[in-house]
């Protein structure tokens, strides 16, 4: 189950925050180098190209969103690794492309 849901149109650029800070509180900053974020589509293959070059600050992991075919469903897991403890934690969050979307409001 996701922790979350965002919506995006196959043009958008849209950029998603993890803040790691409530997942790994024995830490002030998480790893640049070994916190990764791995995608995968609705068949459960790797997608390198959803997202674009992370960016850390402190606890926080922001996660450029691009691309995407209409449709597609992506599961996003954001793996962020404490400095202090090097205790790893993960946050998976659904991203769903649609170019239109139908139904009642």
Not at 3 to 21: A, G, I, Q
């Amino acid at each position: 189950m996701a922790d979350d849901v965002v919506y995006k149109n196959t043009l958008d650029t849209k950029d998603y925050t993890v803040d790691f800070t409530a997942l790994l509180v024995d830490d002030t900053t998480i790893h640049t180098t070994n916190s990764v974020v791995v995608v995968t589509n609705s068949a459960g293959t790797v997608i390198t190209t959803v997202n674009g070059t992370l960016v850390f600050s402190g606890m926080t992991m922001k996660i450029p969103l691009t691309a995407g075919v209409d449709g597609e469903d992506y599961k996003i897991i954001a793996k962020g690794i404490g400095v202090t403890t090097s205790k790893p934690r993960t946050f998976v969050l659904e991203l769903r492309v649609r170019d239109s979307l139908s139904g009642a409001v």
